[in-house]
């Protein structure tokens, strides 16, 4: 096979998932910003990453937009995959953290990022849930952590949305979010009790599960900037004991070999991590600056494992290529 048909077969088979990448750096971008903001540091790194972060979402968003031109009935089976699905609105999710990232040094980028991921994220939405309503194929044993993507999506658009004004919108967005991240959480809980555990190359995304209450706590602070109420303390309390959980289970992830699937460590540990800096902010104790510090330190080790796994990977042939 020559250079040039390896090249358009790897096209064809560039996975969605790949979006999940532009998540994981966005948050710890947003993760660096908070914590140079409230130790009064130099923003000369998180620029750094702010436009490594916006390169990778524009070169992403080239190359699948180049697929669905060239290949719109691998796009389209991607879009009928009983798994891979959820992840289509990890595009419109990249879109509201790079608004979030601006929100620091240029609003009116902000505004215009937000004003297009948002709609998007919310037609994603109607997409997916009615896909699972009149659904045909889906399984108990399909459902996954991923299952959260279009969810997380809704609770992020307050933390944009509230600072720019936009409160009403952000209220909208954030009941849809919190409310279906229950009904979901009740989902995959049973298929965790009572059904066969989640396959080892999916593993990594049990830690999605991270996301909503972290996020949740994020998006309640930002409209409720005064102060931290009953609902904060559930929603923080809840995502740290969800890490906990997780962390404790440590001894299976490291035996899973490297995948894609694990940039899904990264957007969850980067929301738990700016989580816990608002909470060392807002309450001053000492013991959320320690956690928020290992969790930031976590964080930067995972991010620079995973950018050197993925480009061997990529300099191998390795991904994109068929399932």
Same mark, same amino acid.
């Given at each position: ?33 908070? /914590? ?36 719109? /009935? ?17 595009? @419109? ?18 505004? #215009?990022? #937000? ?14 849930? @009615? ?87 994020? @998006? ?11 609902? /904060? ?81 990529? #300099? ?8």
């Amino acid at each position: 096979m020559s250079e040039s048909s390896t090249a358009h077969s790897r096209l064809a088979h560039m996975p969605i998932s790949m979006f999940g990448m532009v998540m994981g750096m966005a948050g710890f971008t947003i993760a660096m910003q908070k /914590g140079e903001q409230l130790l009064q540091w130099s923003h000369a790194t998180s620029t750094i990453f702010t436009y490594f972060t916006y390169g990778l979402f524009g070169i992403l968003a080239l190359a699948y937009l180049a697929k669905l031109v060239k290949y719109p /009935g691998e796009v389209r089976a991607e879009f009928n995959h009983v798994v891979r699905l959820s992840f289509f609105p990890a595009i @419109s999710i990249s879109l509201i953290l790079l608004s979030i990232i601006a929100l620091s040094f240029n609003k009116t980028l902000a505004l #215009w990022l #937000w004003s297009i991921g948002t709609p998007v994220q919310l037609l994603f939405t109607l997409i997916i849930l @009615s896909n699972w309503i009149h659904h045909e194929k889906f399984q108990i044993h399909h459902s996954n952590p991923a299952w959260f993507i279009p969810i997380v999506g809704n609770i992020l658009v307050p933390i944009t949305g509230a600072a720019l004004g936009y409160i009403q919108i952000s209220w909208f967005f954030f009941s849809i979010g919190v409310i279906f991240w229950i009904v979901l959480l009740t989902v995959l809980m049973n298929r965790y009790f009572f059904h066969a555990p989640t396959p080892s190359k999916l593993m990594p995304t049990l830690f999605i599960m991270i996301a909503p209450p972290a996020v949740g706590f994020i @998006s309640w602070h930002a409209l409720h900037p005064s102060g931290l109420d009953d609902m /904060g303390h559930i929603l923080y309390n809840f995502a740290l004991f969800i890490t906990l959980l997780l962390f404790f289970q440590a001894k299976r992830f490291v035996t899973i070999p490297f995948g894609l699937p694990f940039w899904a460590y990264t957007f969850p540990i980067a929301a738990m991590t700016i989580a816990t800096l608002i909470m060392h902010h807002i309450t001053g104790f000492v013991f959320y600056a320690y956690l928020g510090g290992f969790l930031f330190g976590f964080l930067a080790l995972l991010i620079a494992y995973l950018l050197v796994k993925t480009a061997r990977a990529m #300099w191998a042939g390795e991904i994109c290529v068929p399932e």
